[in-house]
């Protein structure tokens, strides 16, 4: 048996019909940026979040530089943020001209430590961005508070969590802008890149409107430098057949996950993850934990298990940060966590009988 690590063709075939002729209606029409398939995504994404705005873009990495801008974050400026990332979220405060900083994982969520964030808050800090690991929201009560108290602004990175929430409320709707990315994998994916920033703020979204294309606004004047971040016509029509299936697809995936819970929960050195109280995980990842994890993936590979590694260096030794100035063991839980992690298949339509492979050849790994 061979088990892929996700199958985008089982997602889409039950949808086939209605997403070709979602296309062939962009195709017909010819307006293949923006306009009104973008605004319609635009107001479903945005309802589905319970923010009162969407504004569309190319990539989560676009979202995220659009949403630093639009709080005026720049130059001289420092970005709270966590090392156990994407890269994309690092990269795109760079690219804001601000320095990121980091503040430690924890351990039982993978994301960031609540307790740890203060002390990293100095005059220069204007935002912090709370990644929501694997499909899961960060503890922003607390990350609310130290935010207020200190006058900071909150850039959600939801671009693994769609559809995830935190005592009630959706990602996307907690911070002052939120941002998401529609990679094909992600649990609302797009047909190539695509990307989404959410808020209530209706100045803030005018930016990230003018930002997203050009800097533009009114019509032939450029009042500002921005960026081509367009979202493509076919990919909103696209995500928009798609955005119905996203609660029904992310119950799917936590079917899965609590099959994995059940048989894998014996195994000596593995650790499961573990969803938080305050929330509802929406398993963008299954991530497990175990200290022999390089042996494990060589293992299951050989047995067409096919596993992830999200990610496999924290992002403060990543060779691009370097100038950054930190050095292994600054960031002990993070660098510990991307030591162990293992990413076991995950996608909807996941069969009892591919879940309960993957445990028997896990015990056999693991042995
Ligand atoms: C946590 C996180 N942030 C940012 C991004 C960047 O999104 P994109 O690949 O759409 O630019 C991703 C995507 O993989 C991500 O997982």
Redesign the pocket.
């Known amino acids: 048996m061979k088990v892929n690590f996700v199958d985008l063709k089982k997602m889409h075939e039950p949808i086939r019909k209605e997403i070709d002729e979602a296309i062939k209606g962009i195709v017909d029409n010819t307006s293949f940026i923006l306009g009104k398939p973008v605004e319609l995504f635009e107001e479903n994404f945005a309802s589905y979040c319970g923010t009162k705005f969407a504004v569309g873009v190319n990539?989560?990495?676009?979202a995220?530089h659009t949403a630093l801008l639009s709080l005026g974050i720049g130059k001289g400026d420092e970005v709270i943020t966590v090392p156990n990332?994407?890269f994309?979220?690092v990269e795109a405060i760079l690219h804001s001209g601000a320095k990121p900083v980091f503040v430690d994982a924890k351990e039982e969520s993978f994301n960031m430590d609540p307790e740890l964030l203060e002390e990293k808050i100095t005059s220069k800090t204007k935002a912090i961005i709370p990644?929501h690991?694997f499909g899961q929201c960060c503890d922003m009560k607390p990350i609310k508070e130290i935010a207020e108290k200190h006058s900071l602004k909150i850039i959600e990175?939801a671009?693994?969590a769609h559809g995830a929430e935190y005592n009630g409320k959706k990602a996307g709707s907690i911070g002052d802008l939120a941002?998401f990315?529609?990679?094909p994998a992600k649990n609302l994916g797009a047909f190539g890149?695509?990307?989404m920033i959410t808020g209530s703020d209706e100045e803030l979204i005018d930016k990230a409107r003018v930002f997203r294309a050009h800097g533009e606004k009114p019509k032939n004047t450029h009042n500002l430098v921005g960026y081509n971040y367009r979202l493509e016509s076919l990919q909103a029509a696209v995500l928009n057949v798609k955005l119905k299936k996203l609660d029904e697809w992310n119950s799917m995936r936590r079917t899965v996950a609590k099959k994995y819970n059940e048989i894998l929960g014996d195994i000596k050195g593995l650790i499961l993850p573990k969803e938080m109280s305050y929330g509802k995980h929406v398993y963008h990842l299954y991530v497990a934990r175990v200290k022999e994890r390089d042996n494990l993936q060589d293992y299951l590979k050989e047995q067409e298990i096919f596993t992830g590694i999200h990610y496999s260096t924290p992002v403060h030794l990543q060779p691009a940060c370097s100038f950054l100035g930190y050095t292994k063991g600054d960031f002990p839980v993070a660098e510990k966590l991307m030591q162990e992690i293992i990413s076991l298949p995950m996608h909807p339509f996941l069969t009892e009988e591919e879940i309960d492979f993957v445990g028997e050849k896990l015990r056999e790994g693991l042995k």
Do not use: I, K, R
């Open positions: 990539s989560g990495t676009a995220l990332t994407f994309a979220t990644v690991l990175d671009c693994q941002c990315s529609f990679y890149e695509g990307g």
